[in-house]
């Protein structure tokens, strides 16, 4: 199976700080990388997918970019309701593996 | 745009069978896969397994035996049942439409039902 590594496991930031979260797989993906957001008690909401493409509604301060093994999500200008968990996913292969996830807080 | 919402019994006893079913708002079955994934207490997703607008059934191998997807085209609607639960089925239960792209190389899970939380417990 694929592994993902995400680091940094937490991050503190404030409010309009830019932020850089990466994830790193064990074998070549391609660009076949998705991020996730995620909040206490909801629902994972899809932002990047394919590496660098954003979803739709999701706002352009979230940037994706890699490819291979390493990829990093960077959120720019950061809001307050940026603050929450973030995973990458690997959709290479049909094992739906992901990063630990990377815990974004408010500092 | 598309929304899920999923509804089932939140908690279960040992040996029971967990039911759960998704309803699709706005959207139909075809063209895409429809997944259920779970997120046990303080851990990652976890994909059971998935249905398409054929029928075809996809499981997680290591649930497989106990796993079982259908779908009502007439309601709109698709199923989960697992049989023989146990503590360690314990979770968050998640519907979910995947989309694939790259003449089916990739995918991604863009819209999600709201959670249900099945606790098994004796």
């Known amino acids: 199976d694929i592994q993902m590594t995400q680091s940094p496991s937490s991050l503190s930031a404030f409010v309009g700080d830019r932020v850089t979260i990466t994830c790193r797989a064990s074998q070549a993906i391609g660009n076949y990388l998705n991020w996730y957001q995620q909040k206490p008690g909801r629902a994972p909401k899809l932002l990047i997918y394919g590496a660098s493409s954003l979803h739709i509604g999701v706002p352009s301060r979230f940037r994706g970019s890699g490819s291979g093994t390493d990829f990093t999500l960077t959120v720019s200008s950061l809001q307050p309701e940026d603050f929450a968990t973030y995973f990458c996913q690997q959709s290479y292969d049909s094992s739906y593996s992901l990063g630990q996830g990377t815990k974004l807080e408010i500092k | 745009q598309v929304q899920l919402h999923q509804w089932g019994a939140g908690l279960l006893k040992p040996s029971e069978t967990l039911s759960l079913t998704c309803v699709i708002y706005?959207?139909?079955?075809?063209?895409?896969?429809w997944n259920w994934i779970r997120q046990p207490p303080g851990k990652g997703l976890e994909w059971i397994g998935s249905i398409n607008g054929n029928g075809n059934t996809n499981y997680d191998p290591s649930l497989k035996s106990r796993v079982t997807i259908s779908m009502d085209t007439s309601k709109n609607q698709f199923s989960l049942n697992l049989s023989s639960v146990t503590a360690a089925d314990t979770a968050v239960y998640y519907c979910?439409?995947?989309?694939?792209?790259?003449?089916?190389?990739?995918?991604?899970?863009?819209?999600w039902g709201q959670g249900t939380l099945v606790t098994v417990s004796s």
């Open positions: 706005n959207g139909s079955f075809n063209g895409y896969s």
């Open positions: 979910a439409r995947r989309q694939y792209y790259d003449f089916w190389s990739s995918y991604y899970d863009d819209f």
